[in-house]
């Protein structure tokens, strides 16, 4: 059985930084490709981050790039997310996943699967 759990998330001010963790269990973590994913109310769940499984390819997308950095410990099956510089429009539920690919197609939330129950990301201006 599947088990996704992200944590890190909190209601923070503009301008600083959280550090997401995601760990997994049930599926081969060492070979999978993962992902962040976010959802804000109304808003479709769209991919933010996406890393392979040795963490040589890594895909982000524009408006988080230079802020915001994937990483992965295979050993300890963790995903994290560091987020910096936090903006009002990062506001989100954020969510950990698998994914096909880290690329620009298969980062999205249309191809994520084995979600996990998200952490809340709320930052105040």
């Known amino acids: 059985q599947v088990e996704v759990v992200e944590s890190g998330g909190g209601l923070v001010q503009a301008g600083v930084s959280l550090r997401l963790s995601c760990t997994a269990s049930?599926?081969?973590?060492?070979?999978?490709?993962m992902g962040w994913f976010r959802q804000a109310p109304g808003k479709e769940r769209d991919g933010v981050a996406c890393i392979n499984w040795s963490g040589m390819k890594v895909y982000y997308i524009d408006s988080v790039k230079g802020r915001f950095t994937i990483s992965r410990d295979n050993a300890k099956k963790t995903l994290y997310l560091e987020m910096n510089s936090l903006k009002p429009k990062d506001a989100a539920e954020y969510y950990c996943a698998t994914t096909p690919a880290a690329n620009d197609e298969y980062c999205s939330g249309s191809w994520a699967r084995n979600w996990g129950q998200g952490t809340q990301v709320t930052v105040s201006s």
């Open positions: 049930g599926l081969n973590f060492e070979v999978a490709t």
